[in-house]
């Protein structure tokens, strides 16, 4: 870990208008929670598709495509990534720092609002709430890890993030088994199941499974972000 | 002191070839990297920096290999080509930031030396989005020049810089070569080169074409066959008597004018009006037809 590193990461990330586009989602999720517990709808069977629809579906996915891509891909872009590789810094602190970088901003953005609509929806009924922000949690570090090596393996990071998110997950997810259960966010709502008694959350992929898999994926993004990086040629103004 | 070593490198990406089997020792002093756009001076630069792989031969910096290897950038400094800094830090965050990353003992001493050293200590608590473009390569400077390294590496440095801060550039790097580091900059500029390089290297299409002191390749551009085109008030007699002269290689009457290569640039320059008033002749226009710096480079190619 390079603190500098992290410090310049940080206000990249949250100096432009970026973090408004992170703010965005979270926002919305806590004032759909907070409408539901106005309006006496919050029953379990709906607070848990509000979090694994919204929380783990859609703002997991997503703010973790934001910020996995965006500790490094506009850096890369930018050709500014040159002013930190031109030091003699082992390529795997670079990777591991952005990584964090990415993790404490899915933290933030994510988990800690999925966290809080949880709260305001059941409280800790069922254990729903911890479960799911858990669940999060490690589902956001696999993301995260897969979205910076993407990040540095290619210049269309973030359409080839999305179309895994949207279309793999999502879309491919609804009609085949097999491609369900090759995804993050199924591994992420497996831990979710685990912990919880509540009937209302369940997961295709078995506890053991998941948890291996998305220790894998952890690894083997981190692993090849920093394989990448190490032979990562700037682009040739020529 | 350090001293570059490229052996026989070459790189190309698909079938096209953008450099092709350089071999040149920089040592300390200034040395300057021309060539005409596109000749491939900046592949050669990166891979000098450590951002490309050379598809073949080798780059080592004091016997250690550039590529995959971070610890060359403890001697080895690099201002890139393009402009983008971290705009959102102001020059002196951004230049300790550097000293940080290269775990300097004294990181803000450091960063100040630098910074006065661009004198850019008036603007250094700007933000780098709001600076002209001549600060923005200073402060890069200053990125480079922050662990005091004994090579620096510049990437058309002088580009779109106004001729005060070019100046103040060209001191600069004097001052840095006086204190015997190894410096080079490209430059699609030859005036540039021959202002401050004591050694030039010259890549043609990615090729290395000439090496050597200015003067030498000075005499090289100048030595070489000159074109003119002359338009008087009657070209069959001018070219007449500019057969007779025999200070030309060829003469060739054009429907545009007379064709003239001359073989000795300075005398043709000087016989030309001699010629044309012996002979009753008026000049209307005496044009150069090849003086572009891709014509001159191509002739010291086909050398």
Do not use: C
Request: no cysteine.
């Amino acid at each position: 870990m390079n603190p500098t590193i992290a410090m310049i990461t940080f206000r990249a990330m949250l100096g432009r208008r970026r973090a408004l586009l992170l703010l965005g989602l979270p926002l919305l999720l806590l004032a759909l929670a907070a409408g539901l517990r106005m309006t006496g709808t919050n029953d379990l069977e709906i607070s848990t598709v509000v979090l694994q629809r919204f929380g783990i579906a859609t703002l997991l996915p997503l703010l973790a495509l934001i910020a996995g891509t965006g500790v490094l891909a506009p850096e890369i872009d930018d050709g500014q990534i040159m002013y930190v590789l031109t030091k003699p810094i082992p390529r795997q602190v670079i990777v591991l720092t952005k990584l964090a970088v990415a993790i404490v901003l899915v933290t933030l953005f994510a988990v800690l609002p999925a966290f809080l609509a949880g709260l305001v929806l059941t409280g800790m009924t069922a254990q729903v709430t911890p479960a799911f922000t858990v669940g999060m949690l490690v589902g956001g570090i696999a993301y995260s890890a897969l979205f910076v090596a993407l990040a540095v393996i290619s210049r269309n990071a973030v359409t080839i993030g999305l179309l895994y998110a949207l279309v793999w997950e999502t879309l491919l997810g609804n009609f085949a088994p097999g491609a369900k259960s090759a995804s993050v966010q199924q591994w992420a709502l497996s831990v979710a199941d685990a912990l919880t008694d509540a009937s209302t959350v369940r997961s295709t992929v078995d506890l053991p499974v998941a948890l291996v898999l998305l220790a894998l994926v952890t690894a083997i993004g981190t692993a090849l972000a920093v394989v990448r990086l190490r032979s990562l040629s700037v682009a040739s103004a020529e | 002191m350090s001293t570059m070593q490229l052996a026989n490198v070459s790189r190309w990406y698909g079938n096209v070839v953008a450099v092709n089997g350089v071999t040149m020792d920089i040592g300390p002093g200034v040395t300057g990297l021309l060539g005409p756009n596109g000749a491939g001076k900046s592949t050669l630069i990166h891979m000098m920096g450590g951002f490309l792989a050379p598809s073949s031969g080798t780059v080592t910096l004091d016997g250690a290999q550039v590529w995959q290897n971070p610890d060359v950038y403890r001697t080895l400094g690099l201002v890139p080509e393009r402009e983008s800094a971290y705009d959102f830090l102001t020059g002196r965050q951004f230049i300790l930031a550097m000293a940080k990353l290269h775990k300097l003992p004294d990181p803000g001493a450091a960063a100040q030396r630098a910074i006065d050293r661009v004198e850019m200590e008036y603007a250094a608590d700007r933000t780098i989005g709001n600076y002209s473009k001549g600060m923005k390569q200073r402060i890069k400077m200053a990125s480079a020049l922050v662990h005091d390294p004994a090579m620096l590496l510049l990437d058309e440095p002088f580009n779109g810089m106004d001729p005060r801060q070019r100046l103040q550039l060209m001191d600069l790097i004097r001052q840095m070569a006086a204190e015997g580091r190894t410096i080079l900059f490209s430059s699609h500029i030859l005036e540039e080169v021959e202002r401050l390089a004591s050694h030039i290297e010259v890549i043609v299409a990615g090729r290395h074409a000439a090496s050597g002191d200015f003067r030498e390749i000075r005499r090289l551009m100048t030595d070489r066959p000159h074109r003119f085109l002359v338009r008087s008030g009657d070209d069959r007699a001018l070219a007449a008597a500019i057969i007779a002269d025999g200070s030309a290689r060829s003469v060739n009457l054009t429907p545009k004018g007379v064709e003239i290569e001359a073989t000795d640039f300075q005398r043709f320059t000087w016989l030309l009006p001699q010629v044309a008033k012996q002979s009753g002749v008026r000049l209307w226009e005496v044009a150069p037809s090849d003086e572009s710096l891709e014509s001159v480079f191509s002739y010291l190619v086909e050398r």
